[in-house]
């Protein structure tokens, strides 16, 4: 079993679709600890009604970046998680927990990247006019929404498709790609380890 640790910074819906993927044998592992950096965020309350310890801390009452990273993979270490997913975690991870998990920490972007990278994705793809984004899920490199690209998934946008539409049908692409992309991350980085 492959015990993974889910970043979230908002209403952890993605969190919620990995952790009912665990409990149903989608995936091959078990979420072990939910990491929140914004303190009374509706993750929280999902990771407490599914079990799952929760760190959450305010990055403002630490020193530095290094600081809260340096206890964050001391609490990982704790449980033990061999992967990280970062479920709307808004901040770009830093070289600590980079060092401590290279080829370990997946994100996922709403939109075909390398096509609107960054904050509100979905605003930039509707601003541009574009009739597909999608959804992306990666690696985590040191760069914003940069990492190798594991899955991609197209969504379209409809000439009458309001924001709140187009969010739908990424979020429902997520809740569906997200867990297949850690099944298939565990099944290869386990077929790597075992050589």
């Not at 993927?21 to 407490?48: H, Q």
């Not at 914003?144 to 049908?169: H, S």
Request: charged share 25%; hydrophobic share 40%; glycine share 8%.
């Amino acid at each position: 079993m492959t015990n993974i640790a889910v970043f979230a910074s908002g209403n952890g819906s993605n969190f919620q679709a990995v952790a009912d993927a665990c409990k149903n044998g989608t995936i091959a592992g078990d979420v072990v600890l939910v990491v929140c950096d914004k303190p009374g965020a509706f993750v929280e309350k999902r990771a407490e009604q599914a079990g799952v310890p929760l760190f959450s801390f305010s990055p403002k009452s630490y020193s530095s970046k290094a600081a809260f990273e340096m206890e964050l993979v001391k609490k990982l270490h704790e449980q033990q998680a061999d992967l990280i997913i970062l479920a709307g975690y808004m901040r770009l991870i830093g070289e600590n927990l980079l060092k401590a998990y290279e080829g370990r920490i997946l994100n996922i972007h709403p939109s075909l990247l390398p096509a609107f990278p960054g904050l509100d994705a979905i605003g930039q793809a509707l601003e541009a006019e574009v009739k597909v984004t999608g959804v992306t899920v990666h690696l985590v490199d040191e760069g914003m929404d940069t990492g190798p690209i594991l899955a991609q998934k197209p969504v379209t946008i409809d000439t009458e498709d309001k924001r709140t539409d187009v969010e739908a049908k990424i979020r429902q692409i997520e809740h569906t790609l997200y867990p297949q992309t850690v099944q298939y991350w565990i099944e290869a980085y386990k077929g790597v380890e075992k050589h």
